[in-house]
Nanobody, 120 residues
Framework: QTQVVESGGGLVQPGGSLRLSCVASGSIWSINAMGWYRQAPGKERELVAQ???????NYADSVKGRFTISRDNAKNMVYLQMNSLKPEDTAVYYC??????????????WGQGTQVTVSS
């Protein structure tokens, strides 16, 4: 069974840092893009950052210069380093991965979400 699992959320003060991790496991023939979305209470889920298998990245304007996405293709992992955190970064963060469990099938797999709370 193919799955994606996040870790690393928590409570941090404004200006602090957190690092989220996400690992894909199970039946994996290849992984294309991986990334992070977030959803705050009462708001729609929004893209935070994504990275292709070749290392090309894309960020939401609200996190540019503060967040860095990276991945380890050998370990099927993606990371989100979050610096200079603000209260408005508070949300549930979801990892996703565009995975081919076999060479004939491709779909997005989502993690269960990890809570990030920025508060003093």
């Amino acid at each position: 069974q193919t799955q994606v699992v996040e870790s690393g959320g928590g409570l941090v003060q404004p200006g602090g840092s957190l690092r989220l991790s996400c690992v894909a496991s199970g039946s994996i023939w290849s992984i294309n893009a991986m990334g992070w979305y977030r959803q705050a209470p009462g708001k729609e889920r929004e893209l935070v950052a994504q990275i292709t298998s070749g290392g090309n990245t894309n960020y939401a304007d609200s996190v540019k210069g503060r967040f860095t996405i990276s991945r380890d293709n050998a370990k099927n992992m993606v990371y989100l380093q979050m610096n200079s955190l603000k209260p408005e970064d508070t949300a549930v963060y979801y990892c996703y991965a565009d995975i081919r469990p076999t060479q004939w099938v491709a779909r997005d797999y989502w993690g269960q979400g990890t809570q990030v709370t920025v508060s003093s």
